[in-house]
Structures are given as structure tokens and as C-alpha cells.
């Protein structure tokens, strides 16, 4: 599949690596070329050619930058599986306050109205995204998925199984506000509590 990344950084520039290994062509926009990651095994390109290839986008900036930088790229990415792994956060990782009912994933989407948005991977730290730490004693970290279309939603738990994790569709992109709510409370324990961010939730379900 091509995949395209809007940004870089530690969290795009690790699930790139594991998506080039799961056999994707990825390629990762970035605003200034001469930030690119050394040594990556991904293409990098200006974030207007990364929309133009990418089937499926993954946005990988902070969820302030997206108000100014998703606009110019709406055209591009109309119509196109568009993934969204942002939490709204203040500088210190306190969450940033949103309209009652509303939901990162919702601002994003009026950013985007012609996109198949999918809320994924905004539960997993980016110290979590390397083929070792994706394990957790057998279990697969867990990339939880809310969407409005059953097809888009459908590609991205595949997208993720390629990658190495477990997804799990939650339903609708209503259910986003709910997996903000749990990044949320994962950098609470992580960041401020110090527990580190070499953790991720595992939903491990018995099956009778």
C-alpha cells in the first residue's frame, strides 16, 4: 500500500520504519527536508507530494500545527483513507480544553471534510513503535480504531496488523473522544507520574 506521512519526528519516523518493513511504499512529508531522520529507510518528500501519493495519509504533527498546515492539503487528501492520531495537548502534556461533545478527531475532520478520517495509533507512545516493544509478553500492543466508514476502518486495522500491533475497531468516530480521554490518562501515568513511556495498553480478550 502507499502510505504517505504529514511530518516526521519520533512518532512518524518510527511507524514509518515499521510499515517499510511490513512491505508499504512510505513516504514521509516533511516542511524542511534537512530534518529528515539519518539513515531512514522510508522517501522523504515536500508534505503537498506526500498527500498526492499516499492511498492511505497518516498525520504525524502535533494536533496545534494541524489547524494551519491540514487546510492547503484538503483538496489533495479528499476522498482518501486519512488517519489521525492526534491528542489535543498543552506545551507541558496537560490535555488542551475543547468544545463540550468535541473531540480532536471531530476539529480534525472540519479541517478535512472530504476524507475517510480514522481515529489510530493516538494511544501508543513512540517509544513503543520498534518491533521489540510492540510485543508485551505475547501480546501485541493494541491500536484502537474509531471511524464512520466500516471500509476505511477496516484498511487501517490492517494497515496496523502489517505493523505489528493488535487493532481492535471501536465503532464510530463518536468513540474518539473516548481513546483521547485514554492517551490522556496514559501520559498522566507516563509523564507526569513518571512512569515512562515505554508502555501501551494491551485490551487482551479471552475467547470461549
Given amino acids: 500500500m502507499k502510505i504517505a506521512f504529514l511530518g ?3 512518532f512518524g519516523g518510527n511507524l514509518a520504519e515499521l510499515l517499510v518493513a511490513a512491505g508499504h511504499e512510505v513516504v514521509v512529508g516533511l516542511r524542511d527536508a534537512a530534518r ?4 531512514a ?3 522523504v518528500a515536500a508534505l503537498e507530494d506526500a498527500a498526492e501519493h499516499g492511498d492511505l495519509v497518516i498525520i504525524a504533527m502535533l494536533y496545534q500545527a494541524c489547524a494551519a498546515a491540514l487546510p492547503p492539503l484538503a483538496g489533495r487528501l479528499a476522498g482518501k483513507i486519512v488517519v489521525d492520531p492526534t491528542n489535543a495537548l498543552n506545551d507541558d502534556w496537560s490535555p488542551l480544553p475543547l468544545d463540550a461533545g468535541s473531540s480532536a478527531a471531530r476539529e480534525i ?3 478535512l471534510p472530504g476524507s475517510r478520517l480514522v481515529k489510530c495509533f493516538n494511544t501508543v507512545f513512540a517509544d513503543v513503535m520498534t518491533p521489540d516493544r510492540i510485543d508485551r509478553g505475547g501480546h501485541a500492543v493494541t491500536a484502537f480504531i474509531a471511524g464512520d466508514d466500516a471500509q476505511a476502518n477496516a484498511t487501517v486495522a490492517e494497515l496496523a496488523a502489517s505493523a505489528g500491533f493488535a ?3 471501536t465503532g464510530a468516530l463518536h468513540n ?3 481513546l483521547e480521554a485514554m492517551a490522556h490518562l496514559n501520559i ?3 509523564v507526569v507520574g513518571g512512569g515512562g513511556t515505554n508502555a501501551g495498553f494491551v485490551y487482551h480478550r479471552v475467547r470461549g
Fill in 8 to 10: 516526521g519526528g519520533s
Fill in 36 to 39: 529528515a531522520r539519518p539513515g
Fill in 41 to 43: 529507510s522510508y522517501r
Fill in 109 to 111: 475532520h472540519r479541517l
Fill in 167 to 169: 487493532p481492535l475497531i
Fill in 176 to 178: 474518539a473522544r473516548y
Fill in 188 to 190: 498522566q501515568i507516563a
